[in-house]
């Protein structure tokens, strides 16, 4: 069990190693962008580097949501973003990757694309990523093609960390399962009007079970 049962978010993202791969799952009803918007000036706390991969175009809404609630969207702006699928611009997109193509060609072009940017970049965010899982839903050929070239092998890559934002709601649950069993931990945002945060669901470390992350509304 975690030892001190609340961690800040700063000490959170401390305890992450490189190679990890991390899931957040959120619900629709929930006002994720506030989590997305904490993660990413956490990391800079930190003192890590971050990209984000947009996946059909989710950077744009959480952006959007953060921009209409009064916060400040430069952090966003600045970022460096790799695009997967979607037309909208949101950031600094160094590049796109065609997902009409098959899933090597997908692969190929990702990494060369992650090669240009990465350098001091330890930390890739990831939002969007259950618009693609849903968009394949029963084609189980589709699906495993994603997960054997897009994603296990990033997995254990010691010159990353991985955090995966998804909404819970739009994934098949076959599939969320498979996505929290890859996870080297997995995380749920506890929402209320008092209070947002994280629990911890899953964890490669057993002592990390039971442990909630507070979040600071801004």
Request: charged letters at 30%; glycine letters at 8%.
């Amino acid at each position: 069990m975690c030892e001190s049962q609340h961690l800040t978010l700063s000490d959170f993202i401390e305890r992450l190693r490189p190679g990890e791969d991390v899931v957040v799952e959120y619900r629709s009803e929930e006002p994720a962008y506030l989590v997305f918007q904490a993660l990413i000036r956490g990391v800079l706390k930190s003192g890590k580097g971050f990209i984000i991969v947009d996946d059909l175009d989710q950077l744009h809404v959480f952006r959007t949501h953060i921009l209409l609630s009064g916060g400040d969207t430069s952090i966003i702006d600045s970022a460096a973003v790799i695009k997967m699928g979607g037309i909208l611009p949101t950031g600094k997109v160094v590049g796109r990757v065609d997902m009409t193509k098959e899933p090597p060609v997908r692969k190929k072009h990702y990494e060369e694309l992650l090669a240009k940017v990465e350098g001091e970049h330890l930390f890739r965010i990831v939002v969007g990523f259950e618009k693609i899982l849903s968009s394949k839903r029963g084609d189980p050929r589709e699906i495993e093609g994603i997960f054997g070239y897009l994603i296990r092998p990033h997995l254990g890559k010691r010159e990353k960390i991985t955090i995966y934002m998804v909404n819970a709601d739009i994934i098949p649950l076959e599939t969320l399962k498979e996505l929290r069993e890859h996870a080297t931990r997995a995380l749920m945002v506890v929402f209320s009007r008092e209070k947002i945060g994280l629990q911890v669901v899953k964890s490669i470390f057993p002592e990390d079970y039971g442990c909630e992350i507070s979040i600071q509304k801004e």
